[in-house]
Each structure stands twice: as C-alpha cells, then as structure tokens.
Nanobody, 128 residues
Framework: QVQLVESGGGSVQSGESLRLSCAVS??????????MAWFRQTPGKQREGVAG???????KHGGSLEGRFTVSQDAAKTTLYLQMNSLKPEDTAIYYC????????????????????WGKGTQVTVSS
C-alpha cells in the first residue's frame, strides 16, 4: 500500500506563509505516470481541490487560489510541496496530499473521486 505523508501544517497569523510537504517517493518510485495534488477540507464540507501537478509537469490550481498557492515537486520527485502565501482565516482547513496513476486530461479539474491514494492530512490554522 502506497503511503503519502504530509507535514508542515501549523498555526499562523493572517498574511503569513506556510509550505506544506508530502513525501511521495513510494508512489513516484512505483508509477511513472501520475497526478499528485493537494486538497483541503473544513468541517461539514467536501474536499476542495487546491492544486496539482502531474508527471508531465502540468499544474492545475483550484478556483481563485492561483497566485497565492503554488504546487511544485522536487527534482528527484520525492516530495510534493504546496507553498501558501498571504494566508487568510478562510484557508483554515485540513490539507491532504493525494495521488493517482494517470496525469491530467486537457481541461480537467481536480476531483476528489478520481484519486486513489491519500495521506492522513495536516492541519493549517490561520488566525486574524
């Protein structure tokens, strides 16, 4: 069973930055074609796609988050990152790392039910 492990969450003030990391080597060492992404979830709501990057380097950002949130992976493709800048209280959520075994289709969004592998999540809390 592939494991994805998130880290880097915490409590920050509004306007500050955080970088989340997800250890993905177990996945990328097994599959050469893939999509990895970050989702977030607040109580009572569905998981929301935040940003993703596939094995071709194509990125996808959800909604209005592009410009504040940036997804990337290291050159060795062992770690997935989410750089979050200018954080707002409404960004407070549990952030999950996810992966699937095929890349983005043209014009495709980030949909929770298309991902097979999930991390346990890391809490991000932004206070005003």
């Amino acid at each position: 069973q592939v494991q994805l492990v998130e880290s880097g969450g915490g409590s920050v003030q509004s306007g500050e930055s955080l970088r989340l990391s997800c250890a993905v080597s177990e996945f990328t060492n097994t599959y050469s074609r893939y999509l990895m992404a970050w989702f977030r979830q607040t109580p009572g709501k569905q998981r929301e796609g935040v940003a993703g990057i596939d094995s071709d380097g194509v990125t996808k950002h959800g909604g209005s988050l592009e410009g504040r949130f940036t997804v990337s992976q290291d050159a060795a493709k062992t770690t997935l990152y989410l750089q979050m800048n200018s954080l707002k209280p409404e960004d407070t959520a549990i952030y999950y790392c996810a992966a699937r075994r095929y890349p983005l289709f043209p014009e495709e969004g980030l949909w929770e039910n298309t991902f097979t592998y999930w991390g346990k999540g890391t809490q991000v809390t932004v206070s005003s």
